[in-house]
């Protein structure tokens, strides 16, 4: 993901069901996609903040592609076997930075390539890597300045008000209060306590796998537990309400395990049928 700080923009690539490139609000509100065609798996996206531009790579469809914040004036960047694997992306000037996966047998599989962004052409390896998923870019034009904004500390140290996270809305003086992982927002909008009423359900989901819960007793989009990662496909669930832990077995990964709903306490119990 890639975020627009002037404009309080955040844009993200989504390759579940439907792939995607989409906008929003730093708050996550006024969700729009700019991209859903011709599109498979979107993993890399940069942008060019002077311009206005949003760059991508798909490793499925082996390009890199640019668009407007608007999803307008779409066109490709380069195409084929020279960006199969690509992992990150930045812009600065005339050129792409890119992280490429070469080799996957090779001690240094990774490599840092420069791309001409206006032709495709001019491609550079700038150096060999044995690990590296993240490129970025350092520089005064990519960091603009920030102005004063609604979640700055207030007089009682907390950011915007809020008890716990402060995120920005839609413009520099607007913000939305979140509460941590198992707390509920307040009628205030700021504060942030625990639930009354333990009522809550939670659900397992694919790619990726997790455990999640959720309070059914409020229409917030607060989290209950701290969810369960790291998990293939999750089928079968259960909760122990006296200790707090949730039992689940993943049927891809061959195992049973448990975790508590605060997230300690993560331990596997049966591993392929041991």
């Known amino acids: 993901m890639a975020f627009v700080i002037k404009l309080l923009k955040l844009f ?4 579940g ?7 929003c609000d730093m708050d996550g509100q006024g969700r729009s996609r700019i991209v859903d065609s011709k599109i498979e798996q979107p993993y890399a996206i940069t942008l060019d903040l002077v311009n206005k531009l949003v760059y991508w790579a798909d490793v499925y469809l082996d390009y890199i592609e640019v668009v407007d914040y608007e999803g ?3 066109h490709t960047i380069i195409h084929g076997r020279d960006v199969q694997h690509l992992y990150s992306l930045a812009v600065f000037e005339n050129f792409i930075y890119a992280i490429n996966l070469d080799n996957f047998t090779a001690k240094y599989k990774l490599s840092i390539t420069k791309i001409n962004r206006f032709n495709g052409t001019d491609m550079e390896t700038l150096a060999k890597l044995e690990n590296g998923r993240v490129l970025h870019v350092y520089h005064k034009l990519r960091q603009p300045p920030v ?4 979640c700055e500390l207030d007089l009682y140290n907390k950011p915007g008000g809020c008890s716990h996270i402060c995120l920005l809305s839609s413009s520099h003086k607007a913000r939305t209060c ?5 707390y509920a927002l307040g009628n205030d909008g700021k504060s942030c306590k625990k639930p009354k009423n333990e009522l809550f ?6 790619r990726p796998g997790i455990i999640r819960g959720m309070d059914m007793n409020t229409k917030a989009v607060d989290e209950y537990m701290i969810q369960v990662e790291n998990l293939v496909n999750p089928r079968a669930l259960d909760f122990h309400a006296e200790t707090n832990y949730i039992y689940f077995a993943d049927t891809t990964s061959f195992l049973i395990g448990r975790q508590k709903i605060d997230g300690t306490g993560r331990e596997t119990i049966l591993k392929d049928g041991k």
């Open 178 to 182: 979140r509460c941590s992982t198992g």
């Open 201 to 206: 359900l939670f659900y397992g989901k694919g």
């Open 12 to 15: 993200f690539t989504d390759y």
């Open 72 to 74: 307008r004036s779409r």
């Open 17 to 23: 069901d439907v792939a995607k490139i989409e906008r």
């Open 147 to 150: 102005r004063s904004h609604a």
